[in-house]
Structures are given as C-alpha cells and as structure tokens.
C-alpha cells in the first residue's frame, strides 16, 4: 500500500529496513509473492547495495539520513576510517586540517569530546597566524599525527540507537563544563525505570581573547540551556518530559545564574539573562568536578578511552538515584570580581591636586551636552565639599566658582591625555602659576593680553575640548568657520584645531537645518510599459489643470479652466474648458472624452483634490447597473502620483507647457467669450497634435511623424493627399464590396506604416538620457530619520520637522518616495512626499528587539570620538591619482 501511494505520487519506494524481526520476516514473504514489476525493483535494489556483502552483512548495515545503521543490534554505526585515510595523505596545513575536521558528521554531538581535539588543535593555528598552506612542524605535528593514529586505532564506534523504551515520564539533566581551550554542555534522558543515556551534545573552542574561567564556565552554562531549548523543542512530540535540570560544578556560575542579574558587569548580566530566558532558575544545581561527564568534551578525549567511558555514555553512577536535597553552596570571593560596581574607599580629604581628587572619575563628562552645564555641576560638587567643610557659601554660583570648576577640568585633562606629550614638545608648553599648560610663542611683545599671546593646549580629541568648540561656536550665533575658530584661538590653542571646527558645524543640528541638502534622487528608471507599447490611442491618458482663465460674460468676468487629457503612447492631447475645478465638473468633461476618444485603460495624474474626488465619483459610477451595461466588464484603473512631485507626471506636464505657451501667445491680454475661447482651444489641440515627434535633419525627405498620423493617418493641418481623394466633383462612391475592402487594406496599411516609424524613429530617441558624469553620492534614507520638509510658501527657518514612518520605492527597487509624520497646531499629519523635498538632519533611527529610540549620528558632540584625519572628504581626481600611484607601483 506504501509503494501505491508513493508511485501515485512519483516516487519509486523500494527499500524497506526494520529492526522488527516479525516485521522483517513479513515483508520478506510479501516480496516473494509480488508481481514482476517489485521483482524488478528488488533487483535494482539489491544492485545498489554492495556486490562484495554477503546477503547477511547487507542486512546489517544500512545508511538512514546519512548516518550508518544496523538494525539487527539496533545500533548506530560512526566509521572513522575514511577520515583517518584521507588525514595520513594530505599534507598537514591550516587548510587540510579544517578540511579534515569538516569531514566529521556528527549531528547529534555524541563523538564531540573526539573531535574537539582538532579543533583545539586548529585554533592554536589560528592563534600563531600561520599561513594557510604553510606546512605546520614541531610539536603541533606531533599531535596532528597522534591524533591520526588515534583515529586509526579504532575504525568506528557503536551506540545504542534507543535511548528509552518506556513511554512514560522521562527527565532531561544537563551538564556543562570549560577549560581554557574549550567548553561543553552534554544532555541526558533519564526514563521512569532510572535508566540514563546521552542524547546531545555540544562543544565550543574558547574565544581567541583570553577569557576567565568563570566566564568560560558561564559560556558553558549559556551553551547548556540553549542546548536543553533545542532537545526540549525535538524529544516533546515523542515523550512526556516532567522536570529539567541542569548541573554546573562551578560555583561562582551557580551565584551568578541564581543572584540579582543587574548587580553584574554587562558581559555576565547578558549571558545570565539569556539563560533564565532558557531554563528556570531553580532547574539550577551544583555538582562536584569530579562527576561532571561535561569535564570529558571540554577537554578532548581517544576515542577508546571514550568508548570504554562509562560516565559518557550513562552519566555518573548518583545520577539514577533518586534526587537528594540541594545544600547551600557558598558565594567565592572571585564571583565578587564581576560587581558591577566594586567597592572603593571613600576619600574625605579632597584637595586642589587633580590628581588625587580624579575629577573624570567623579563626575562623567561624557553625560553633558553643553560645558556650562558641567561647569555648573563641578562648581556645586566642589561648594557641598566646602559646607561639610564648615565654609560658608552663597545661594548663586559665582563666575570666580565657574572659572575656578573650568580651571580644575582644564588640568584634569591636561595631565589624563596621553597625546598631551607631543603637543607640549611641538608648541613649547610652558606651566603657569595656577598649573595649567599653555603654548608658548613669538609674539610676547605685542600688545595684548597674556591669555592671546599663550593660549591654553587642549587636546583635540577629547570630549571637553568638543564642549568648547561647541560655547564658541553658539556665542556667535552658528557663525562660520573662520569665525568660530578666532573666537576660540583668543583664549585656547587647540592643535588641527580647523579641522575640529569644520568637523563640529557640518554636525550642527541647527546649521543643517539651514544648509543641509535634499536627499538626492538615484537615476531615472526604465519607462513603464504603457509609455513604450503599441496601443489603440488614449488608451493609456494623463490628466491635468492648466489656468485659471478670465471670459467675458456680458459685463462680468468668469474664471475657467483647461483639463488637458494626453495619451502616453502618441503624446497626442484633448483639451476641454471646464468651468470649476470641482468632481462633478471634471466627471462631465470625462465623459465628453470618453464620447471622443473612447473610454481609456488607466489614467495618471497628480495628487490633487479634484482628481481624488472624480475617481471615487467615476468609481462609483462604474457601479451603478446602467453604466455596467453599457460599459459590459470594462473599468478604469486611476494613479495618482505623489504629492508635491510634478515631474513624475512629465509626460502630460511637458504638455501643459506647450499649451500654455500657446494660449498665452494667442490670447495676450484679450478677454475672449466662452465661443471664442472653445475655438481657440481647439485651434491649439490641433497644432499641438500636428508637431513632429522627432528630431528634423536637412536630409529628411518624408514627411515627419506626427500624433495626428497615429490618429487620424494623416497630418490634420496638411492639405488631403490626392492620391487618396477623388477631385472630382461628379465623383460617386463605389458601393462596389471589393473596392471599399482594398480601401481598408490601404488604411490599414498606411496606420501600419505609421505605427512602424513610431517605432523606429520615436521609440528609440526615448533611449536617450541624461545621465550625471560625475560621482553621485546618494545619502541613504531609512524609516526613523528625521527630516526637515521642504514648503515653497514657508522661509526655511518655518520649515516642518518630520519623522520618516514608510518609505516608496519605485519600479527599479529605489526608494522614491516616503509617508513623513510632522506636527503642528491640529496634531500630527502624515504627509506624502519625493525625497528630493526631504532634508536630513543625519539624526538616524537605532532600534533592538527591546527599545526604540532616536539617536543622533556620531558627532563632536558625542562620546563618540570621530578620527580627525578622515574628517575632510577627497576629491575624486584625488582618488584617481592615488590609484594610479599604487598601480603603477606595483608594475614596477
């Protein structure tokens, strides 16, 4: 029945292996009495067993999922003379070694303590930077052929494939271990009968940075619960799991898993909360070194020994009795070395020496976005130092105490940069009578003051230094470069100090809210198709306004407007007067399109209030019985492009162009009636419609393609062929069926004829574009930054700020477009918009799987120390000439 179904299917099942003796005996006599055809199949099954097996060795062994199985012992069968083989022949480098060891299949984990050894081995080669092919000698190729000779020593293991007969309440025990070359996790199923086998195991070579023991150990524990996730996840469909427990001989981890998690350094706090996300804290045991089967992968193991490892395979002997009360395991002194904070001695003798007082370590200076804030914050620590003092002090802090806090920060940092050295030899520092450096010089003679002639060293890279960047350049009103830096130079030296500046305004919020520049748009993508294919004209329309235009009705003005309609294959145009710009308005002179030109497939046009109205009005029209009837199952399909975006409509803008450049030449300054403005409209519909629609050279004999040829045949402001029309005027015509078919033969030889120019003259002008020669540096948009939008009837400094929620992409995969969410007076609003009118702030959106926030970039005023050297961008001729060096030093 199980090869009916699967040959229904399309597969040929033909192999069929049991452990069952009944069961194999069964399916023996059923192959017996099978037709030929399962004859056949068993004879191409047994060809594709081994020739050189007897019929009872090729009962025995048999591959399942890739791994060796006997079903007569029900045991699997792990063979490693293949890999040892192939190891003996290779010569042994970084390269082969990885090789060998990917070579191991070992799904399970079982033979993990075996393998470990060559990855232990493979690390240490890592360790020393060896090359890849480099041969490896002294006492590491000692150990590649003692391990080979290991593998050699036993060609395979067995293992019991059953880990539990009994269908009742099992239990999972766990236990994990490290060394400083590895660490390990190995899980156990112990059945209702106190039966235990080992069924996973995982191991890890330890990081290349040296780690503690501790933490190696809590590596382990972490490797231990997302092991027990994973074989909880497998094992629970087949059997009832009532308890987990997991065993460390580790102390300090054992505290560590089961103490206040927030107490510890970030690397132990993390881990710790993964592995309470895993397992519960009171699955958590301790057990003794000893006993721990984790002690054997973490190390590395022969495989004989293995074999013969009792403990391995069953776990320790304790671990089938039952569960003895837990004692209290005591907190060691090292667990204490992950506090994360330690105790320190309390100092009450503060003095004015920066060095014993450890300004930076008292206050975080990195936690302050403005100096004066710091200023202000050391003035009051120092003023609660003098009250415990018994000093007496004032409710207002005084400009003597900020100068004094700036003094203090200002030598703190002079004396805690490492890089002050070079500045001091380079610009001759010199101490003053307060212990501050400062520049020495030439100008000792001049006649200003001593805080110009030898300005204070500050070190460019540093956090305080960026603060006062930051003062001087808001006391100038976001001034300039060159003005910053003067302001800053009459009273500070700061070494590259233009550079720091530069670096500091192009990150100013505010001066980018003043010069930053729109995101640039990618290149223009390939037409879509309803522009470049074949169709019945005005199929594919573009819709837009032009006006208002001013008629005489008697003594009175009235306002109109124009409602263009231009197909997108011939760019041919219907233009219409409309006397509001309202939906029922535009719904009537849609259908006076319609009665003209037919009823379009898809029309495109902006995003304005009267299109938006008129769709739903043609949509809702398209539903009533009436129009369905006569309409049958056909329907228009309505685009509207994005807001503030006209030149994703171009092809019907160009239009309006032209025919506002008509209509003004026309009319001048005349106010027309409403019958003179209709004949004027139609006078120009029909000029734009006779224009070439190619580029005209001297040479060009035959007549240019025009719209008009597409939709009547001819160029409507032409005069009538002749060879066409009869002249005379007694001409009657022929009613004559085989005349009027060779008729339609010509005009549709002659519309086959125009439609075959369009092709070749005005399909393949539109490959042509404009692309940019130089670099384009697009400026990556993501959801989450914010963005100043742009506004034509707002000065920039009442431009919106906005929060980009969903960005657009357009048919070639780039971004386009995006939805901004901006505040105002009524609320929040989300606006569509191109991203050529959005302006970035470089402010980015960072989120993790617990938070979201809005960060700014790394700046000079960040923490983030930014390296001054990569601050100015190069110039692409640089590049290029840089390139160049390097290539033609490499030839020579």
Not at 64 to 76: F, K, S, T
Not at 812 to 828: E, F, L, Q, T
């Amino acid at each position: 029945k199980s090869k009916t179904l699967f040959k229904e299917g399309g597969f040929n099942l033909r192999k069929f292996v049991t452990n069952s003796e009944s069961l194999r005996v069964k399916i023996k006599e059923h192959q017996k009495s099978s037709t030929s055809t399962n004859e056949q199949d068993m004879s191409d099954t047994d060809t594709t067993l081994r020739k050189d097996q007897s019929d009872t060795e090729r009962e025995r062994e048999h591959k399942v999922l890739g791994v060796l199985w006997d079903p007569m012992r029900d045991e699997i069968i792990v063979g490693f003379g293949e890999i040892a083989l192939e190891a003996h022949s290779v010569n042994p480098t970084k390269r082969s070694i990885v090789s060998i060891v990917g070579k191991f299949y070992d799904p399970l984990g079982i033979l993990s303590p075996v393998i470990i050894r060559f990855k232990i081995l493979f690390q240490e080669l890592c360790r020393e930077k060896r090359d890849w092919d480099e041969p490896i000698t002294g006492p590491l190729l000692t150990r590649w052929h003692m391990l080979i000779n290991d593998l050699k020593a036993s060609e395979s293991v067995r293992i019991k494939r059953c880990v539990s007969e009994q269908q009742g309440m099992c239990e999972l025990i766990g236990f994990c271990d490290a060394s400083m070359a590895a660490y390990a996790a190995v899980v156990y199923l112990k059945d209702g009968n106190g039966v235990v086998r080992v069924i996973a195991a995982k191991t890890r070579v330890a990081p290349l940075k040296t780690q503690s023991v501790p933490r190696l150990e809590l590596l382990a524990a972490l490797l231990l619960s997302r092991l027990i996730e994973n074989v909880l996840e497998s094992v629970s469909m087949v059997l009832a799991i009532s308890r987990v427990t997991c065993y460390t001989d580790s102390q300090i981890v054992w505290h560590w898993i089961r103490g206040e998690d927030k107490s510890w350094k970030p690397f132990v706090q993390k881990r710790v909360k993964e592995i309470r996300q895993h397992t519960s804290i009171q699955s958590w045991k301790h057990c003794a070194g000893a006993s721990n089967p984790a002690d054997i992968p973490s190390r590395g193991i022969a495989i004989m020994e293995l074999s013969e490892s009792n403990v391995w395979w069953n776990g320790p002997e304790w671990l089938g009795a039952e569960a003895t009360d837990e004692t209290e395991v005591p907190m060691p002194k090292k667990c204490m070395e992950e506090l994360r904070v330690k105790d320190c001695e309390t100092s009450h003798g503060l003095t004015a020496n920066s060095e014993q007082r450890g300004l930076i370590k008292i206050i975080s200076i990195e936690r302050f976005s403005s100096i004066k804030k710091l200023l202000r914050v050391t003035a009051y620590v120092f003023r609660f130092i003098n009250r415990l003092r018994g000093a007496e002090c004032g409710n207002i802090i005084t400009a003597s105490e900020m100068n004094d806090a700036e003094m203090l920060w200002i030598k703190e940092i002079q004396e805690s940069s490492p890089e002050m050295r070079k500045w001091k030899e380079q610009y001759g520092a010199f101490k003053d009578q307060q212990g501050i450096w400062r520049c020495g010089g030439r100008i000792d003679n001049a006649e200003v003051t001593f805080e110009v002639k030898h300005p204070i060293l500050l070190p460019n890279r540093h956090y305080f230094t960026k603060l006062v960047v930051k003062r001087a350049h808001e006391r100038l009103m976001h001034s300039g470069v060159k003005e910053t830096l003067t302001e800053l130079r009459s009273k500070y030296w700061v070494p590259r100090g233009r550079s720091l500046v530069r670096l500091f305004i192009h990150y100013c919020v505010l001066c980018r809210k003043f010069r930053a520049l729109p995101y640039k748009a990618p290149l223009p993508p390939p037409l879509p198709d309803f522009r470049v294919k074949e169709c019945q004209p005005f199929m594919f329309t573009g819709v837009d306004y032009a006006g208002p235009l001013h008629l005489r009705e008697g003594k009175s003005t009235q306002k109109v407007w124009i409602c263009l309609f231009t197909c997108a294959v011939i760019r041919a145009v219907h233009l219409d007067v409309v006397p509001n710009l309202s939906s029922k308005s535009f719904v009537r002179c849609f259908k006076r399109f319609s009665a003209r030109r037919g009823l379009p497939e898809k029309i495109i046009s902006d995003n304005g209030t009267t299109f938006k109205g008129a769709s739903k009005t043609v949509q809702r029209i398209m539903k009533e019985q009436e129009v369905r009837e006569y309409l049958t199952d056909k329907g228009i399909a309505w685009t509207f492009n994005i807001e503030k975006a006209p030149w994703w409509g171009g092809f019907f803008e160009r239009m309006i162009q032209m025919m506002k450049r008509c209509v003004r030449k026309i009319i001048g300054r005349a106010v027309l009636t409403y019958e003179e403005l209709l004949t004027v409209i139609a006078e120009v519909e029909l000029i734009i419609n006779s224009r070439p629609l190619t580029y005209l050279t001297a040479s060009d004999t035959e007549e240019p393609l025009t719209p008009s040829h597409l939709l009547t045949g001819r160029r409507i402001m032409s005069l009538p062929d002749h060879l066409s029309y009869h002249s005379d005027e007694s001409y009657e015509l022929n009613p004559d069926p085989i005349l009027l078919n060779k008729h339609m033969k010509f005009l549709n030889t002659t519309v086959n004829r125009f439609w075959s120019r369009w092709k070749k003259e005005y399909l393949l002008e539109l490959r042509e574009i404009h692309k940019n020669t130089r670099a384009r540096k697009i400026t990556p948009i993501s959801e989450g930054d914010i963005v100043i939008v742009h506004s034509e009837d707002l000065p920039r400094a009442f431009w919106r700020l906005g929060k980009i929620e969903k960005l657009f992409s357009g048919r070639d995969g780039n971004i386009r477009g995006a939805s901004v969410r901006v505040h105002g007076r009524d609320g929040s609003t989300l606006l569509r918009r191109p991203i050529q009118l959005l302006y970035p702030l470089e402010i980015v959106h960072r989120s993790n799987s617990q938070s979201t926030e809005i960060l700014p970039s790394p700046s000079p005023t960040q923490p983030e120390h930014a390296e001054l050297g990569e601050t100015r961008p190069q110039r692409s001729g640089a590049r290029d000439a840089r390139a160049r060096i390097v290539a033609q030093t490499l030839n020579d």
